[in-house]
């Protein structure tokens, strides 16, 4: 199956080109990380990965299609990983400090997406922004972005949210 994967988002997403290798695995960082968020606190909720494919689709140009199969992947890939540096390396030597800062933006949007703040969670956070070099200012100042725009949508029942 992790090959049907692969090779979907091979033809896909990246095309097949040599040069397309770094952007695919990028991608995967990027995913896998979002995707550790979901899954440190052991409930994965729908919003949480619903938020995660808004989140690619937004940030790669993918379609729906295309960042489901992307979150499946980093699905595979984080439940194979021994740590987070395989990703956090590649994060700090491809990002800029303005796509470390959404990176970490994004990653405070999928722990707000359950309405369910976990500790294990802001501490994973907390340590990917240590290991991109994030400056703490920029960590706060990422996490309240993201929980004021979480504040400002409507639930689905017409309630503010958190």
Not at 34 to 52: G, K, N, P, Q, S
Not at 54 to 60: C, G, H, N, S, V
Not at 104 to 126: G, M, N, P, Q, T
Request: with cysteine; hydrophobic share 45%.
């Amino acid at each position: 199956m992790i090959e049907r994967i692969r090779a979907f988002f091979r033809d896909q997403v990246l095309g097949a080109g040599p040069a397309a290798a770094p952007a695919d695995a990028l991608r995967r960082a990027t995913a896998a990380l979002l995707v550790e968020v979901m899954v440190i606190d052991h409930v994965v909720d729908d919003a949480e990965a619903r938020r995660i494919r808004e989140l690619l689709a937004r940030r790669f140009h993918l379609t729906d299609a295309q960042a489901a199969e992307l979150l499946e992947l980093a699905r595979l890939e984080a439940a194979e990983a021994t740590s987070l540096y395989q990703f956090t390396a590649l994060v700090n030597d491809h990002f800029p400090p303005p796509d470390k800062y959404e990176l970490v933006c994004s990653l405070w949007e999928v722990a707000y997406a359950d309405d369910c703040l976990d500790k294990h969670e802001e501490a994973l956070i907390r340590h990917v922004a240590e290991l991109i070099h994030l400056p703490h200012g920029g960590f706060v100042q990422a996490r309240n972005e993201a929980r004021d725009r979480r504040r400002a949508k409507p639930a689905p029942n017409g309630h503010r949210e958190l």
